[in-house]
């Protein structure tokens, strides 16, 4: 496997999502809200979402020239949208938000990860 021929707009794209991520949680949007609570994730806690996903557009934006730091920043978001779905599961919390929100970043986060390691 040749790191180095790895496509960048995976990681690209998940970057800008996740950044679109962070600007709505800073003051969280209503459908944000709503998911959280329906978790039951503490409130106090809600601010170290935002620190991990700028954590990992760090990691992928980095990646884009060291490839090892996007691969493992790819499976952590990966890991944490697993962990989300997890968490819904767990909650019962199975309405929309965990079909669209949580699984679709589960979903595109796996993509991603795969067509980056395909190459």
Same mark, same amino acid.
């Given at each position: 496997m040749n =790191?180095?021929?790895a496509p960048s707009w995976p990681s690209i794209i998940l970057a !800008? !999502?996740?950044f679109g991520d962070v600007? =709505?949680?800073i003051r969280p949007a209503h459908f944000i809200e709503k998911c959280l609570t %329906?978790?039951?994730f503490p409130r106090q806690w809600w601010w170290a979402l935002i620190y991990i996903k700028c954590v990992a557009i760090s990691g =992928? !934006? !980095? %990646? =884009?020239w060291l490839p090892g730091i996007g691969i493992a920043a790819l499976a952590g978001i990966v890991a944490y949208f697993f962990a989300a779905?997890?968490?819904h599961l767990k909650a019962r919390?199975? %309405?929309t938000e965990f079909w669209i929100n949580c699984l679709g970043m589960l979903i595109?986060?796996?993509v991603a990860l795969i067509v980056t390691l395909a190459v």
């Amino acid at each position: 496997m040749n =790191l180095e021929t790895a496509p960048s707009w995976p990681s690209i794209i998940l970057a !800008i !999502i996740l950044f679109g991520d962070v600007i =709505l949680s800073i003051r969280p949007a209503h459908f944000i809200e709503k998911c959280l609570t %329906g978790v039951k994730f503490p409130r106090q806690w809600w601010w170290a979402l935002i620190y991990i996903k700028c954590v990992a557009i760090s990691g =992928l !934006i !980095i %990646g =884009l020239w060291l490839p090892g730091i996007g691969i493992a920043a790819l499976a952590g978001i990966v890991a944490y949208f697993f962990a989300a779905a997890f968490a819904h599961l767990k909650a019962r919390f199975i %309405g929309t938000e965990f079909w669209i929100n949580c699984l679709g970043m589960l979903i595109f986060s796996i993509v991603a990860l795969i067509v980056t390691l395909a190459v």
